[in-house]
């Protein structure tokens, strides 16, 4: 970041703009976040990367109407991709190459052990990334191609890491080993990391806000029920244990993924059903899940069919809210005491049938929901149990873009406080 004394003599900071780039397989979603007040400038879509029908949806945030501008037609690969979102930008008078920007901020997905705070990128930073990747064969490579595709464009700008897998970097080795043997286990660095580590991480300090303590005094069950999902169980403002283990396949029903799952139907799929190792992570990645249980992976789709008295939907919202009961329960025992269920994300956010079912039955470990409360639609943090509840219950919209430009902006201006060079390699969070 550049300074300049102002007429009081004091230093002002003039860069104060994040780019946050979540790069996927065949998409790149973008933020442009002023930290001024944390407030977005821009922000948009490449979709269908590599395909005929690549599509590009842009949208400004600095006028009074946010009005959404699309491209279509094949965007090769992720280069063109984020040069034609530079030149939308460009055209807002939000040019990448202002001396504005800050730094970019890139989610990346796996950070195994060593990654455990967010990180600027050098060389060999990049090179550990790398060498993630056959724990997370989909989305690292991803990630990778983001970050080289930023670096070209911007090579003068701090480049920073944020790992899904960070936050859960606390939890006790008891909870993070798989009961198989420890050479074989360590040899393939085989144990649970868990993943929508930044969105844990925002709602479980979130939750704690709407109480009105600090993350320190509190204990909670975040629940990030997205496509993907997964549980967290946060003591005290640390992870201890979340459902989500090397890959993002274990734990709750998600749209696609079918969750936990005996690790023998592995076995028998290959060789009683004569399927191949890719198929069989297709079926259980791809197939599983919400999806594969009734045909569709949207919760307003099932509801829909349930209203119907559509039988498949049913079961399949059932399954998915069974399953949600069990980690609650279990996440209860592992806390020991809890202050706040917390839901968040797509589903989360937007069901309340998902929330009232998943609470249901449980007054015995003091969780309760008020009905009135839990169908109030809004997107501001807030609580859906009755004042008399021992334990809150609380809806908390998830952030992960804002989280990634605090991160970002944080260290960035930590390493030039502490008049380092910027970038650093790992700086202490
Ligand atoms: P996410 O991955 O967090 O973007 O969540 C996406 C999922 O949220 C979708 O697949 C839907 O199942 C769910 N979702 C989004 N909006 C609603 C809604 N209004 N009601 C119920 N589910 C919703």
């Known amino acids: ?31 442009l976040l002023d930290m001024n007040n944390r407030s977005r400038l821009a922000i948009g879509l490449v979709e269908r990367i590599g395909e005929e029908t690549s599509r590009l949806l842009h949208t400004p945030l600095t006028g009074g109407d946010a009005e959404t501008r699309e491209r279509t037609g094949r965007i090769p690969d992720h280069a063109a991709a984020l040069k034609e979102a530079a030149e939308e930008l460009a055209a807002d008078g ?3 190459d202002s001396p504005e920007l800050a730094a970019i901020g890139h989610r990346v997905v796996h950070g195994g052990l060593r990654f455990t705070r967010p990180t600027v990128i050098t060389d060999e930073v990049l090179t550990e990334i790398e060498r993630l990747v056959p724990v997370a064969p989909l989305h690292n490579p991803a990630n990778i191609t983001g970050i080289r595709t930023a670096q070209a464009l911007r090579p003068d700008l701090p480049q920073v890491a944020v790992f899904d897998t960070a936050f859960h970097t606390t939890m006790p080795e008891h909870a993070a080993r798989y009961a198989i043997d420890v050479e074989t286990a360590d040899a393939h660095r085989i144990r649970r990391y868990g993943f929508h580590g930044t969105s844990h991480a925002y709602v479980s300090r979130k939750a704690a806000e709407l109480l009105g303590r600090t993350p320190e005094e509190v204990n909670v069950i975040v629940l990030h029920l997205g496509n993907g999902a997964s549980a967290s169980a946060v003591a005290a403002g640390r992870c201890v244990e979340t459902s989500m283990g090397l890959t993002p396949l274990e734990g709750l029903v998600m749209g696609t993924r079918s969750g936990d ?12 059903a004569g399927m191949s190792t890719d198929e069989i992570d297709v079926l259980l990645n791809k197939k599983s899940g919400l999806l594969g249980l009734c045909g569709d992976n949207d919760m307003r789709e099932i509801r829909r069919r349930i209203d119907d008295g559509d039988e498949r939907a049913a079961l399949a919202f059932d399954i998915y809210v069974h399953r949600l009961k069990k980690y609650i329960g279990a996440y209860s025992a592992v806390l020991g005491r809890v202050d706040a269920v917390v839901f968040t994300a797509g589903v989360g956010e937007n069901s309340a049938p998902v929330r009232e079912a998943a609470i249901a039955g449980l007054e015995e470990l003091g969780l309760v929901v008020d009905a009135g409360l839990n169908a109030v639609r809004s997107g501001e943090p807030r609580l859906i149990s009755p004042n008399y509840a021992r334990v809150a219950v609380a809806v908390v919209p998830t952030d992960e873009e804002l989280e990634i430009a605090d991160q970002t902006f944080a260290l960035v201006g930590r390493a030039e406080s502490a008049g380092q060079e910027v970038p650093v390699g790992e700086v202490d969070n």
């Open 1 to 31: 970041m550049t300074t300049t004394p102002t007429k009081e003599g004091s230093a002002a900071v003039q860069a104060r703009r994040v780019l946050v780039l979540n790069s996927g397989s065949s998409s790149v979603k973008y933020q």
């Open 94 to 96: 939000l040019g990448l």
């Open 261 to 272: 799952i005996d690790p023998a139907v592995t076995f028998h799929l290959k060789r009683v």
